[in-house]
Each structure stands twice: as C-alpha cells, then as structure tokens.
C-alpha cells in the first residue's frame, strides 16, 4: 500500500501562486506516475497534470497549460504542482494519485492510490 497526502493548499487572490505537495509513504519502491486531479463541489474529479516515474513526459489539461507545472523528487517520494496565475475557476479540492506503471496515466480509473486533498481557494 501507498499513502499520500497532499499540503500547501490555502486561499490566494486571483493571480496568485500556490505549491502544492504530495508526500508518498509506505511501499514506494518501484516505479510509479503520479498525477493530480481536481474536484470542484457537484462535479466530476478531473484531470490537471500527470507524470511518468523518470519525469521525462509531462501531460496537462487545455485549462491549465502554461499556468501550472507537475514535478515530482523520487529522492524525497514528493510529488509537486506549482500553480501560477491562478483563476476563480481553479477553486477546488486538489488530489494527488499514484499508480505503479512506467507509463503516464491521465484518466481517474488509472489510479490506485488516492490522497485525501487539499482545498485551494482562488478569489476574485
């Protein structure tokens, strides 16, 4: 089993910048993608960015191209999302996922391992 859990969540002006966090524990050897996903109140969780175990391939939703960057540190199991020029429309609950495959995963169904979120407030 792998744990994670999101931080650096928090209420920012419109904008604005946010890091998020996702730190991984337990069974983390092997080669893992990991992503982060969004849940705004009523809707779906969708996709925002993903990345592959070397961080070689990167892949982004058409909502936050050129404002957001995913990158992960394997020596330190945290998995990250920098955030810029945020958006009233940004404001949700962010989830990291991870999923043991070399490939890049996009899709919610493609994850196993889900953290708890962290909530990202962007006002206008």
């Known amino acids: 089993q792998v744990q994670l859990k999101e931080s650096g969540g928090g209420l920012v002006q419109a904008g604005g910048s946010l890091r998020l966090s996702c730190a991984a524990s337990?069974?983390?050897?092997?080669?893992?993608?990991m992503g982060w996903f969004l849940q705004a109140p009523g809707k779906e969780r969708e996709f925002v960015a993903a990345?592959?175990?070397?961080?070689?391939?990167?892949s982004y939703a058409d909502s936050v191209q050129g404002r957001f960057t995913i990158s992960r540190d394997n020596a330190k199991n945290t998995l990250y999302l920098q955030m810029n020029s945020l958006k009233p429309e940004d404001t949700a609950t962010y989830y990291c996922?991870?999923?043991?495959?070399?490939?890049?995963?996009?899709?919610?169904?493609?994850?196993?391992?889900w953290g708890q979120g962290t909530q990202v407030t962007v006002s206008s």
């Open positions: 996922a991870a999923v043991r495959t070399m490939r890049l995963v996009v899709t919610t169904t493609g994850y196993d391992y």
């Open positions: 337990g069974r983390t050897s092997g080669s893992y993608a």
């Open positions: 990345i592959t175990w070397s961080g070689g391939s990167t």
